[in-house]
């Protein structure tokens, strides 16, 4: 099948596809639609990235992919595929992910537009940046099961990304995952929570032990089980998770019973907790429910059945040796990547979360709710993805006619309204917001903090996990102090010094920025002595991310839910670097190196 597109559109339209280049990120659900519909319509040039490789769950809706491509590139595999409708076009794929040094802005610069097909919102907010730095229109997309949306970005002319808050992420209490879970999803953060300490990357806030500090268990509580433990093991020291289950070899009757059986019986010690609530039950791996018992009789898929505490304890220990050996596998210091799709690290996480449901006598859940609960999953609709893709595309075409005011956001409804319309359009572009902490000429913050407490080491993950920056660095207004360096080594020393030892104040001004995505963002402190963490605050008033988050509870594709009416407003939805630019006349220039601060900040002084 060869695209032939003269005669379809106008001679202009036909022009100025015939002389595009397109960027498409993501070739999933719906970058696969994208990457069909472009070739199919004649678009000459175009480039794919994707991190990943290809797994059997996108068969049923990655039409590119077959059954032979498991495990393979997704973007090289669409690429093919793609290839085989029109041999004509110039197709790149880049198997990689988008946040990476070699895409900086004089990349994006080369393409007339951009085409978001993600799945992630820091993602999302790296494409933004990129797009408003090269001042390339970008078309966000995305769905949630049946609703999905269109969205063009364009620097100065319409809202982008990060102009509205998103909708808080779920996030659940410290305390209610580790000390008292209610829910089935409270164990599953928790059951995920315990594959990173035990597998992934170690988190201090994914602990997953008893906590101590829980207010609602003050007073005496806990002390029993403390000096049980203390005259037990003869010292306090408290070691990782991770450590202690290694020296354990991964053994798990051993794990188990420590973390079903002596952390429940600690959790019981901390009696205020259990005045009003129904108390855990520990269990012990010689004697647990369902042992003996012949597999419950289900007609569904295998994956549907709810499992047994002992099946599952079954499962824990395979599933636990299995990691292990994944683990030692790999590197020195390196670490598994929980991912839904694995066997292992899903056995594990249902088998976990199930044994903890159990002991809180929590409803359990079979492997397939697990699943969809732990990945976020509201389930992909082929033709939503379609009829986005299809949309986006038109968009495409709309802005390459010179129609760019008219390609206004389009939203999928997940049914008719009260008009008959399933697709609503906005009437006119949403103006972008002048207070955006990130399109906002001069873009600006407050960070809440304890000045007191908040170390250096803080505000990195600060301003990653709150600003949405990859490598920050940030200097002292007025002063060129360097306080924080993206160059490794330079301001690590300083890493466990709070903001006050490093003499920054009260109304101090940073000046913080990230040199891949051209964006920099004048940063005020706000001490508040109440604060143990940070929050960041903008003009426009509204919450932004705090301190690390669970994944956002919405659609494989991350859709914002889209609201009723064309009326709504636009809420939704180092390394060395060698970076060749170009300058006015279009020449390539080498970029400037990395501006270089005065001096870096190490001195306990006061520093504004
Ligand atoms: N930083 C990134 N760089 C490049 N591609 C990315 C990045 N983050 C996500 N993606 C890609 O975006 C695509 C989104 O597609 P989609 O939402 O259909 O997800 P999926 O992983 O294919 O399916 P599912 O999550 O439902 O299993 C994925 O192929 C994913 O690999
Ligand atoms: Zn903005």
Redesign the pocket.
Known sequence: MVARIAGVFDEKLTEAIANSKILVVGAGGIGCEILKNLVLTGFPQIEIIDLDTIDVSNLNRQFLFHKEHVGKSKAQVAKDSALSFNPNVNIVAHHDSVISNDYGVSYFKQFNIVMNALDNRVARNHV?RMC?AANVPLIETGTAGYAGQVEL?KKGLT??????PKAPQKTFPGCTIRNTPSEPIHCIVWAKHLFNQLFGEEDPDQDVSPDTEDPEAAGTAGKTALSSQQTESGNIERKSTRTWAAETNYNPEKLFTKLFGDDIKYLLSMENLWKKRRPPTPLSWDNLPGKGDAPKQHSGLPDQRVWSVNECAEVFAASCQALQTELKGRPEGDHLVWDKDDKSAMDFVTACANIRAYIFSIPLKSRFEVKSMAGNIIPAIATANAIVAGLAVLRAQGILKGEIESCTSVYLRPKVNHRGQLFVPERTLTA??PK?????PK?EVALVCNLKHLTLKDLTAAFKDGLNMQAPDATVEGKGLVVLSSEPGETDHNNQKTLEEIGLNDGCALLVDDFLQNYEVRVRLQQEDEENSWRLVTDTDAPMPGPKEEEPANGSNGAEEPKPGPSRTHHDSDSDMEIIDEDDNGEPMEKPPKRRRKEVSDEIVEIC
């Open positions: 933004n408003l970005i809202q982008c990304y990060e102009c509205q972008p917001n955006c902490y990130v399109c906002a873009p």
